[in-house]
């Protein structure tokens, strides 16, 4: 085995080590010690090449509708990532097992195809193949790589998308790619130069690497620090005022529902305020479910297609969920539920109370400095002193549908506070967070306990399936208030926002909703079907595929058999004495001491080999192939028989 496939049996193990994917690596390890030690060779042409360049385009695209519909994951790229050397296989083995042992660029590229009609010679030395077309009446060549190293390179990039949390694929990378870089290395390089510099590059990316690591580390520390002079996890506690309005112009449906009224589904609550964004001071999950039972449950059902870990949307005291078989849940204080290894889709039950009755905080009633201003002029205004708390709620709530407007479209603020300042005092218009910020913010200036929330507004319904829609522009922000001993929404936002954005949904809605309603057709299909069912059909698919690749194979044999012999008897070049038979002396004797030389012309090749013989029969070929005139017929004929004969002589020895 030559060191190329060396390399890339080792690339191939390497592979699935580090991505436990040991199965698939062995069979290609097989595979390609096959190709070394078999003499069985197939004869394909560019159009067979690119037809297994087209079948891993294919299997792309099976594994793209994998990891986003059929199995969505929250990290498709690494799924991808990691099953790049199946995907490439067709286009590796098409070059193993030809007898060309090499791979036109137009296998990967499709920019690079055309479509030839006939196979020409050129030099054999050269990594070219001349096409003729039959219509335009040209030759043109056409480059071909030899893919075992590109191959190689691109199973250890493969690897790295295993993530193993080790110096194992740094060391494993290093040795491939060393390797790989000194096998084509030019020749006359210093190899002390050569060795200094690979050792840098590895020095420098790995430093490099720790370096960057330890920045981000510190750079996401003293930010979280800058933020709420306390430790927090940005990533499961914090908001910010523009994060809902970016989703706002999202038609993708996220879930459906089967309810009997329109709903606030609720998925985190926040009740330290810090400007541009909001905290949550209790962020620990827990397997405790805080909700209490009242003994007043309502139900709602709800469809869903999840990722390995997700924030569900819940109704305000979600007391128990059913149909996630063996997902695990999680809840905080605050009311959010996060649900993990859940079944890729559900149709799971939820039942509720619509209170919760944990008691306020020490946060709930803190008020920010910056706006204390406003805030004492809008509850002078709305008198809202000495009124009870629901008298409260409900007058903030009317004075922001009265006197204030739903905007879909504003311009980003650099500074929250500002930004909140002037939505009150002069702009008077904004999305759903600047009425829930505000609305939190001036029930504690009454003295009511109250937290911002974010979750989805649930008011689209769909006649034809008997549920509720929820898409991402459906995402909403409220207030939470604490009024007789229950957590209450106070929802200011203007009701015109949900026509607004429904007015502005987007030109493709209906194409991607149809798309979005078949692929939740068939999710609910599969749901009913049963282990077995499923194992059974996935069987009878494979034994199809089997079937039909089997066809394909022996077709494509056979077409390429009638296509060789047509060729044959059929093939005229575009330019004289392409044809000649003396290219085939020259093919006969590649393998030899007396093969041609690379850069050596024909005619210093005859005459360094100073064989009387095929000196006459290069002169009959040259002037076959440079003459104007041309061959006469008797000398064309002798150039046939001489060469012949002189083949079955050279075969005889």
């Known amino acids: 085995m030559n060191k190329d496939l060396l390399l890339l049996s080792f690339s191939l193990l390497s592979w699935g080590w580090l991505s436990q994917t040991w199965p698939a690596a062995w069979a290609l390890v097989l595979a390609i010690v096959t190709s070394k030690y078999s003499t069985w060779r197939w004869q394909i042409n560019s159009h067979q090449f690119y037809r297994c360049g087209d079948l891993s385009v294919l299997l792309m695209i099976l594994l793209l509708v994998d990891v986003y519909i059929l199995q969505p994951t929250d990290q498709p790229i690494f799924i991808l990532l990691k099953w790049l050397p199946v995907v490439f296989a067709p286009a590796l083995f098409a070059q193993l097992f030809s007898s060309r042992q090499k791979l036109p660029l137009g296998a990967l590229f499709y920019s690079l195809r055309k479509q030839p009609e006939k196979t020409g010679k050129t030099d054999s030395k050269l990594p070219y193949v001349a096409l003729y077309n039959r219509e335009s009446g040209v ?58 510099s690979i050792a840098l590059a590895i020095a420098v990316s790995h430093f490099g690497h720790q370096g960057l690591n330890r920045l981000h580390a510190l750079v996401e520390e003293k930010s979280v620090e800058w933020l709420s002079e306390s430790y927090t996890d940005p990533f499961k506690s914090q908001t910010s005022i523009g994060d809902v309005g970016k ?60 990722n390995k870990e997700t924030i569900l949307a819940l109704p305000d005291g979600t007391v128990k969920i059913t149909g996630l078989g063996d997902a695990y849940l999680q809840y905080t204080e605050l009311g959010a539920v996060k649900a993990i290894l859940s079944p890729r889709f559900s149709r799971y039950h939820v039942f509720y109370s619509n209170q919760r009755t944990d008691a306020p905080g020490k946060y709930d ?49 650099m500074d929250a506070d500002q930004a909140l300042r002037d939505f009150m005092l002069k702009r008077k218009a904004g999305h759903c967070e600047y009425f829930a910020a505000a609305t939190v913010l001036l029930l504690r200036q009454a003295g009511v306990p109250a937290r911002l929330a974010n ?6 319904y769909d006649e034809r399936l008997g549920l509720y829609i929820v898409r991402s522009r459906h995402a909403h922000a409220w207030a939470l208030a604490y009024i007789n001993g229950v957590w209450q929404a106070v929802d200011s936002t203007p009701s015109q926002w949900l026509a607004m954005e429904t007015k502005h949904a987007g030109l493709w809605q209906p194409l991607t909703d149809w798309w979005s309603n078949c ?90 080999l100073q064989l009387p013989a095929l000196i006459h029969l290069h002169q009959l070929h040259y002037r076959l192939r440079f003459d104007p005139l041309g061959l006469p017929a008797e000398q064309r004929l002798q150039l046939q028989q001489l060469t012949r004969a002189w083949l079955d002589e050279f075969k005889s020895h």
């Open 519 to 608: 692929v939740f057709q068939f999710r609910q299909w599969q749901l009913q079907q049963t282990d077995r069912q499923n194992a059974e059909l996935g069987l009878f698919a494979a034994l199809l595929l089997t079937l039909y690749l089997l066809w394909r194979i022996y077709s494509a044999k056979r077409k390429l058999s009638r296509k060789v012999q047509q060729e044959t008897t059929a093939f005229k070049p575009a330019y004289q004495g392409l044809d000649s038979e003396f290219y085939l002396i020259e093919q006969g004797l590649q393998q030899t001491a007396q093969a041609r030389r690379t850069n050596e012309s024909i005619q210093q090749w005859v005459q360094r």
């Open 139 to 196: 030759i043109r060549l056409l480059k071909e790589i030899d893919f075992t190293l590109p191959y190689a390179g691109l199973t250890v990039l493969s690897a790295g998308a295993a993530n193993v949390q080790s110096t194992a694929y740094f060391i494993t990378a290093v040795t491939l790619f060393t390797g790989i870089l000194w096998s084509v290395r030019p020749k006359h390089s210093s190899v002390p130069i050569w060795l200094l």
């Open 247 to 306: 989703l706002k112009l999202s038609d993708k449906i996220e879930f459906r529902l089967k309810a009997d009224k329109p709903i606030l589904l609720h998925q985190a609550s926040y009740d330290i305020y810090l400007g541009h964004n909001w905290m949550a001071s209790k962020r620990l999950f827990s397997s405790k479910n805080p909700a209490i039972d009242n003994g007043k449950l309502k139900h709602l059902e709800i469809l869903q297609q999840f």
């Open 455 to 460: 979750g989805y507004s649930v008011d689209e």
């Open 365 to 413: 009633l803190q008020i920010p400095k910056q706006h204390l201003d406003w805030l004492q002029q809008f509850s002078d205004e709305l008198q809202l002193s000495e009124q009870r708390p629901e008298a409260i709620a409900a007058r903030i709530k009317s004075n922001f549908q009265r006197n204030f407007f739903y905007s879909l479209y504003l311009g980003k603020e």
